[in-house]
């Protein structure tokens, strides 16, 4: 779990790595830049660096990016939730750009989101087209991507989460934030860098009265158990 | 933060500049904020508004040995940091400080 000035969500995915899958994690401040060990990094949601000139801005240039770079680049998984997948976008570990939500407003609420590739290390305990239920809470998740790059996030099987109805269908009205294709997540063309919008951490228990999001912790668990971490 | 007043002088040869910087949003990328404040200004009666972009003015104040040296030092700011390429432009000014 990468910390930075102004992560405010780390704690309740170490509690989730911890507590509910029983695995071992810690805190990585965002001046380490040693990721050796580690099967997952996470960089989780919050406002790093008080999401000043655009989220994700500064972060991207602290000293554990680098480290994060090198991690992805050697096959790492990495998983960026809300402010993490800003910062992957930023960093350019993930293509495209965040904007405003439509509404101009912070929206949080429970999403439902469909599984559009179940065969990545983070979504390999769904079924395809498993329609999930998973709260947002953000002001900029209006996902853009010029039309190339979303013709390519397409044709590779990069979008791997779609803002859904209840009913699996594809609408306007279950599109939270104006995003490109009612686009959720991303994977990066290696499959080993994962950004999305939704919360899983926050849906992991039952004492929260959701569970869906143990299927995304779920997958990650049995793929790194199933012969390491390493995608690439 | 530091203040242009907290700048030291300029250096040997050095000539303090200030880089005046426009980051807007590319023709074509959505502008919620524009949007809505566009409907604000026809609510209020101004009929004659088409169209509003909302973007950022960013003041530099730097040290160079040249307009054309701040002018490059502030376009990798920009490329670098300042503006997002996938989804902004930038105009830069650069005046003696």
Redesign the interface.
Same mark, same amino acid.
Do not use: M
């Given at each position: 779990m990468v910390v930075f000035p102004g992560s405010n969500c780390d704690a309740d995915v170490l509690h989730v790595v911890q507590q509910v899958l029983g695995q071992e994690g810690r805190f990585v401040w965002h001046r380490e830049e040693d990721l050796s060990g580690f099967d997952c990094v996470v960089l989780p949601g919050g406002f790093s660096y008080g999401d000043y000139?655009?989220p994700g +801005?500064?972060a991207r240039?602290s000293p554990v990016m680098r480290a994060v770079t090198a991690f992805a680049a050697a096959g790492g998984l990495v998983l960026g939730i809300c402010n993490g997948f800003q910062v992957l976008?930023?960093a350019g570990l993930l293509?495209? +750009?965040m904007?405003? !939500?439509?509404?101009?407003q912070f929206r949080c609420l429970e999403t439902w989101l469909r599984v559009e590739n179940a065969a990545t290390p983070f979504t390999v305990a769904c079924r395809p087209g498993q329609v999930l239920r998973v709260p947002v809470a953000h002001h900029e998740g !209006?996902y853009?991507?010029?039309p190339a790059t979303l013709a390519e996030l397409e044709a590779q099987a990069q979008v791997v989460l779609r803002y859904v109805n209840q009913n699996g269908e594809e609408t306007p009205e279950a599109n939270p934030n104006?995003s490109a294709r009612n686009i959720a997540g991303i994977i990066n063309r290696y499959g080993n860098v994962l950004g999305l919008m939704p919360h899983p951490e926050r849906c992991a228990e039952p004492i929260l009265g959701n569970t869906d999001g143990r299927y995304l912790w779920n997958s990650l668990l049995s793929w790194v158990q199933q012969g390491g971490g390493r995608v690439v | 933060m530091i203040g242009l007043r907290h700048l030291p002088g300029a250096g040997q040869g050095q000539m303090l500049y200030s880089g005046r910087i426009h980051v807007t @949003?590319k023709s074509g990328? @959505?502008?919620?904020?524009g949007d809505?404040v566009a409907r604000s200004l026809l609510a209020l009666g101004y009929d004659q508004v088409k169209q509003v972009r909302i973007g950022k003015y960013l003041q530099v104040g730097l040290e160079a040995e040249g307009q054309e040296e701040a002018r490059a030092a502030l376009e990798e700011m920009c490329r670098q @940091? @300042?503006a997002?390429p996938?989804?902004e432009q930038y105009e830069i000014e650069v005046v003696p400080a």
């Open positions: 000139l655009r +801005a500064i240039f976008l930023e293509p495209g +750009a904007l405003v !939500n439509d509404s101009v !209006n853009y991507a010029d104006g | @949003l990328v @959505l502008d919620p904020q809505t @940091l @300042l997002n996938v989804i």
